[in-house]
T-cell receptor, first 109, second 113 residues
């Protein structure tokens, strides 16, 4: 069974700080997606990474796919209150996406 | 752009009652999915469809049925609701399965008393 573990489960920091959240597995994934979900809404795709070692940047967000394609990280530089939300990772499995439980991020002004 | 629309947004049922959740997408996507989201458990796939007239079981299909009579619609039914089915349900659609971007609706919050 393929599983994705996200850490930390919850993170509350001040505006302007940097942070990193993680998405780990013992299984290899063909691709990995990161979504952000705001309260009362569905998840929205931020990025997809497909190659081991790949790094993608989306403004202040940096996503990295592990060399072995078993893990990924999301780094946010100078976090802003607008970054608040639930961050979900999802890996391409055998016939469906495998989802992590998410990291709930709160950025305090 | 409507994208993916779910109805109803909220519903309260008594144990044993039945109901149907409707999902409609206007992006001409082949693939559609129903997920449930529970605290600390992430998204779990209930059923999915790879095209009009097709359906398949996901990770947690028991107690649910689905139908996809039209390409743009995907219905999720609960024949006899149980308190364990209290959850937030999300419909999603995509061009590709497994690795493609999923477009989600806003969710339907169901409470079974």
């Amino acid at each position: 069974t393929q599983l994705l573990e996200q850490s930390p489960q919850f993170l509350s920091i001040q505006e302007g700080e940097n942070l990193t959240v993680y998405c780990n597995s013992s299984s290899v994934f063909s691709s990995l997606q990161w979504y952000r979900q705001e309260p009362g809404e569905g998840p929205v795709l931020l990025v997809t990474v497909v190659t081991g070692g790949e790094v993608k940047k989306l403004k202040r967000l940096t996503f990295q796919f592990g060399d072995a394609r078993k893990d990924s990280s999301l780094h946010i530089t100078a976090a802003q209150p607008g970054d608040t939300g639930l961050y979900l990772c999802a890996g391409g499995g055998n016939y469906q996406l495998i989802w992590g439980a998410g990291t709930k991020l709160i950025i305090k002004p | 752009n409507a994208g993916v629309t779910q109805t109803p947004k909220f519903r309260v049922l008594k144990t044993g009652q039945s109901m149907t959740l409707l999902c409609a997408q206007d992006m001409n996507h082949e693939y559609m999915y129903w997920y449930r989201q529970d605290p600390g458990m992430g998204l779990r796939l209930i059923h999915y469809s790879v095209g009009e007239g097709t359906t398949a079981k996901g990770e947690v299909p028991d107690g649910y049925n689905v139908s996809r009579l039209k390409k743009q619609n995907f219905l999720l039914g609960l024949e006899s609701a149980a308190p364990s089915q209290t959850s937030v349900y999300f419909c999603a659609s995509s061009w590709q399965t497994y690795t493609g971007e999923l477009f989600f609706g806003e969710g339907s919050r169901l409470t079974v008393l």
